[in-house]
């Protein structure tokens, strides 16, 4: 589906759904908000994240419309008392950005929601390869760039164009998640180091001990390497998951019972990452996969989540209405 036609599908939905006898049928119990960066610029970052004013939309959304902003776990625990009282809504953070706890923190709040972080090892330990930022820089640096992996040399003097082919190469990466590591020299070609971006954009140890302790905080993992674990084998998935974990709870002395799959679209995770899961003693696994919780039968390792992407297809999602076209893909 085109940019144009899924905004004109995002509209409508959400003006269908602000009837309340569509809500009142359509809508789940509760929902799983997905969230990575929140920018105060987002021009600035090729709108790679969450701009600021539709974050502060989405807390106040939830709030005027009656969603109670509970943790995960209490949110559950609603969903398996069969409570509706309220419907319930779960902020999630995913990667560990910094900006989280420099932008996000004060607007959480001032609003008092809880949220969790799911954080990968190579973020604070500066390790990750983090690709999409190397393409992101990229972009922004340059006004032809050569990707030889892609076979495509783009010229992008102007914005539009950059984010054209910036979502290009994402959506090749996305196609076959064992293509980023082929972007490696490419990077190197240009001086464009991850390290350095990841000791940007990512909390270090020391800020990330800090917001755990935070009384509105909780801490998941998200895999050592953020690799696709439906690419690896079943040992290597497991140690990522496993070593992940351990590694947050010697350094932050708490205990990590929540994942989140890096990607996670069908591509990414599947059944055996969710059996991986399971035994290794996680309590829930959630996944990008764009739908609401409506009963207490949801499969905790296979959560679904909604991503935040405009005012629109925020509010068509949220309203429910978006859930039966889907089901009919």
């Known amino acids: 589906m085109n940019a144009i036609l899924k905004g004109c599908v995002y509209h409508g939905a959400s003006l269908v759904g602000q009837l309340p006898g ?11 908000l ?23 939309y989405s807390l106040n959304w939830l709030q005027r419309d009656g969603w109670s902003i509970v943790s995960l776990d209490e949110c559950l625990q609603k ?17 560990g950005y910094r ?19 799911y ?19 990229l972009f922004l640096s340059r006004d032809t760039i050569a990707i030889d992996a892609l076979g495509r040399v783009f010229h992008c003097p102007d914005i539009r164009s950059k984010l054209s082919a910036f979502a290009e190469v994402i959506e090749w990466v996305h196609q ?76 932050l002395q708490v205990t990590v019972r929540h994942v989140a799959y890096p990607y996670g679209t069908p591509g990414a995770c599947g059944l055996r990452e969710q059996h991986l899961a399971h035994e290794l003693g996680f309590q829930t696994a959630v996944t990008t996969r764009q739908w609401q919780l409506h009963d207490h039968k949801v499969d905790p390792f296979a959560l679904p989540r909604i991503c935040v992407q405009s005012p629109s297809a925020f509010t068509a999602r949220m309203s429910g209405v978006l859930e039966p076209l889907q089901a009919l893909r």
């Open 22 to 32: 569509v809500r009142a049928l359509f809508a789940g119990k509760a929902v799983i």
């Open 34 to 56: 997905l969230y990575h960066e929140i920018q105060r610029d987002c021009r600035s970052e090729m709108m790679t994240g969450t701009s600021v004013s539709l974050f502060e």
């Open 79 to 95: 969903l398996a008392n069969n409570d509706r009282s309220r419907r319930y809504a779960v902020l999630t953070f995913d990667d």
């Open 99 to 117: 900006d989280n706890v420099t932008v996000a923190l004060p607007i959480l709040e001032r609003h008092n929601a809880p949220f969790m972080v």
């Open 119 to 137: 954080v990968p090892t190579g973020a604070p330990t500066r390790s990750l390869q983090s690709w999409w930022l190397g393409v992101r820089k």
């Open 176 to 251: 076959d998640y064992r293509r980023a590591a082929m972007l490696t020299p490419t990077f190197t070609q240009n001086g464009i180091s991850l390290a350095a971006l990841n000791e940007h954009y990512f909390l270090d140890e020391c800020e990330l001990g800090i917001l755990a302790r935070h009384p509105l905080a909780s801490i998941g993992g998200h895999t050592t390497s953020h690799a696709a674990l439906a690419t690896l084998d079943h040992s290597s998935a497991r140690a990522e998951l496993a070593d992940n974990r351990r590694y947050l709870e010697n350094l």
